[in-house]
């Protein structure tokens, strides 16, 4: 079968025009199967882009139109450039000009030396408007600083700015390497419940967590759950991968009790609080389910007494100075949980205030002066969420963790949220992202959020991009991007299509990893890229060349029934047993996932097939262990007395790969058995709502949880010399 674009199809203006602005009119899918992207596909997704395909006279027209107003520019919107090396920015001059730039570095100060023209570079003239345009180039020295500039391009009479981005080569890995590798825990914050908790574990909760963690595991950081900011008021959504803002912090995880203001309460507040904190007390006995909305219904009203007590003058300067320093961010998600709490939960319904109004309306102006205090409420949250947060993680550094707070970046935002309402420029309406057809999902699958527009990322410079990854490094040592595939190509699909109706678009995975590059730097951090299922070649060469850590699963780790050595994984990676979407060690080597899938009706053939396949991997994964000496071959004859040795088994062959960095389950620590999560569905299983147990089912509290014999038994594998 032909595996490219005949000559015919590339030559059609509707192709052109498709890869002109990115899209993939073609791809090769998981079982290398050769693909060819509908032409109704890329007509409704060019539609979305604001870009007419209707007919081939429309697209040539389109594409005609997008050739000129390229060439008329002296220079893209955005400019990227590696720092320490010699680079090219290039222009279009007329005939004859020669063009001539210099650069305000992010300081405010001038660039030293004036840019000028690459005298051996020149191409092909362009014409436009009666004259010709040539493409130039002017010469970006090694000695820019790393860091968010302006670049002013002069030519003829023309002058033109851009934003200059000039980031490290790689992500500096800055982690000291005592005979101990760099290892941490990986929890569901939410799940993880100290007696004092409110019912659901909060930033007092980490930060506890994190310094018993280092001082009675030796870890180096917590990768934690998704901290994006979520909704005001219930019902709370409980993933934690669909906010409704990337870039601030979920207040719904504050302690009250830790707020400065506490102990000014008087005697009368004192006792609302205490017994808003009280009736919360029974849900941290409930072993089966997180209640959140019944915690924020009590905690938001200790909240509020604890807002309305004022702040003295030294803590109300600090809060004006962070009101001040999140500008618009921070205004766009008050004024949305405002108009969220008295107006209502958004929707896709037209006549939802959410798509009637927009931040300019003068309805909404009206909602802001007619509940100010409530206004500086969401504010307010925001600035304790985030002080709670940054003490969590100065508390991990203080303690000596290398890392401390990991932190999990989703891959978009909720469609009715905050983000997509107040910038509705940054997103493309119409379509939605997802995943094409794979082994796992047949149909595809279509996760309902809006993509980041790639064009208008490149016309502000990657601001809000920028904003997200240094809001996120603010507060944490690492991040881990979930599904990283995303900054090279996303998986679009049209309104009203199937998910296997889409057409994979392309981003500049150089620029947002320069990025990565640049907040990662300037506070010694680490980027972990979630890389799992089909990567294409390309995408992990950069990766690798970015020094940006893959993800390696050991459950994953096979091929034609046979487990891959772990001496043999690869080095640039973060390696874990498992994942959130699959039960922890005990369950999985107990074929929890068999018997779930059975109760929910996710199996696509029989359970006969099902378990058949589940008892062919458990038995190569204990050949694996066994064959490489990691397991008594002794203990396969009563595998349930053995659990434990089992589960420690794979941890050791964890520690036998060159993984970077490895990660170790805290429900693999205490014998829980449930998944966090099960992909494929909503309410049929209470994902995200799974507290913390032993293999019981009885409550692990925070206060116990590391001194558990079963955790201790682990660290102990975990924190053998190498």
Partial sequence: MERAESNQRRQRPLIGLAK????????VGQNDDYHETEDAVLIAVLRSLGIDASSTEAAAKSLHGIEERRHDRLIAPTVFHTAGKTGKVLVNTRMLEIPYGRIILESGEEYPHRLGPDEGDGSAAYPLN?????????ILP??????????????????????????PAEVPWSISEPEIRPWGWMAQLYSIRSRASWGVGDFSDLARMLVEAKGRTGADFILINPMHAAEPVSP??????LPVSRRLV????????????????GEESLAEVQSAYESCLPLNEDADRITRDAMWKYKMRALWIIYKLGRPIGRQHQYEEYIAACGDDLESYATWCLVYDKWGAP???????VNRFDKDSEEIKALRRQYPDTLDFYRWLEWVATQQLDAAQDKARQAGMRIGVMSDMAVGVHPQGAEVWWNPSRYVRGVTVGAPPDYFNQQGQNWSQPPLNPVELERTGYLSYRNMVHGMFAHAGALRIDHILGLFRLWWIPAGMSAMQGVYVNYDAEIMLGILAIEASRVGGVVVGEDLGVVPEYVADSLIEHQV???VVEWFEQRNGRFREPGKWRECALASVNTHDMPPDAGYLNYEHVTLHEELGLLTG????????AVAEHDAMMTMLVDGGFLDPKCLQDEHANEQHIVEAQYKALKASPCRLLAAALTDGVGERRAQNQPGTNNEYPNWRIPLADSDGAPVYLEDLFANARLQSLSHVMQSVD
């Fill in 606 to 613: 029989s359970v006969e097939e099902f378990k058949s396949s």
């Fill in 142 to 167: 090694k000695d820019i600083p790393v860091g968010y500039h302006q670049i002013e391009v002069r030519s003829g009479g023309r002058t033109q700015t851009a934003t200059l981005i000039c980031a």
């Fill in 549 to 551: 850590l893959g993800c």
């Fill in 347 to 353: 929707s896709a319904d037209p006549e939802s205030w």
């Fill in 250 to 265: 979920n207040f719904t995880y504050i302690r009250p009790q830790d707020i400065e203001e506490y102990s000014l309460l």
């Fill in 236 to 241: 709370l959504t409980p993933s934690p991968y």
């Fill in 20 to 27: 002109a602005v990115g899209l993939s009119t073609c791809y």
């Fill in 130 to 138: 009666g004259e010709f345009v040539v493409n130039a180039a002017l």
